[in-house]
């Protein structure tokens, strides 16, 4: 039988033996918050959604009672959900643009509420994802350090859907160094191991814990 807590368990062992620095992402998108709540009582903390409506419907209340929780907008973030992001979402990995660099930037002085955010590279140059190029990194960073008050912690990315991964990983690890941040979003349930060898510190795993999606 599937079950969640054991499977948390696992995955931070594995986790902790490779880099335990890494924090692991709990991905609960399109789970009610009665299959989330046993994990909480855990104690786990980092938990991420894709979208903003269902993350206020679920996350609003929870968060009010329990301080301790993170959480992690990983899905695409459109610019007119920016106002309702702050304060509910504590991690925004999805900034992918100058304008909704600006968006947070003006909203997070309404609201008196900075998230940490990570660029999100499109690492396989897929016209299909989001995420800045490869090529215009350096200069889409240096433009936010100049122009806007945000906390910009590191980058993420999604990698082409192939069986091997690491050389992408590894050319973020190099990007990630090359402009000097910190953290590291990558890896989910398929490929988080490998992820982590390459110098990730957020994992992004759900099926893997939560189960299958209906």
């Known amino acids: 039988?599937?079950?969640?807590?054991?499977?948390?368990?696992?995955i931070k062992k594995e986790i902790q033996e490779l880099?335990?620095?890494c924090e692991l992402i709990v991905v609960t998108?399109?789970?009610?918050i009665e299959k989330i709540e046993p994990l909480i009582k855990f104690g786990h903390n980092h938990f991420g959604e894709n979208k903003v409506q269902e993350s206020m419907e679920k996350w609003t209340t929870i968060k009010e009672k329990n301080k301790n929780i993170k959480l992690h907008l990983i899905g695409k973030l459109q610019t007119n959900k920016v106002k309702f992001c702050l304060p509910l979402f504590d991690y925004i990995h999805g900034l992918d643009s100058i304008k909704l660099a600006d968006k947070i930037a003006n909203e997070q002085i309404k609201k008196n509420f900075r998230p940490k955010l990570f660029i999100q590279v499109n690492i396989g140059e897929e016209s299909q994802k989001n995420g800045i190029n490869v090529n215009d990194l350096i200069t889409f960073y240096e433009r936010l350090k100049v122009e806007y008050n945000l906390d910009i912690i590191g980058l993420m990315c999604i990698p082409p859907f192939i069986k091997d991964t690491s050389?992408?990983?590894?050319?973020?690890?190099?990007?990630?160094k090359k402009i000097n941040l910190n953290e590291l979003s990558m890896?989910?349930?398929?490929?988080?191991?490998e992820a982590i060898k390459n110098s990730?510190?957020?994992?992004?795993?759900?099926?893997r814990i939560m189960g299958q999606r209906y």
């Open 200 to 207: 990730s510190t957020f994992v992004r795993v759900g099926s």
């Open 187 to 193: 890896g989910m349930s398929n490929d988080y191991l």
């Open 19 to 21: 880099n335990s620095n």
């Open 29 to 32: 998108k399109t789970f009610g």
């Open 1 to 10: 039988m599937h079950n969640p807590i054991n499977n948390l368990i696992s």
């Open 167 to 176: 050389s992408f990983y590894k050319k973020m690890s190099f990007l990630s």
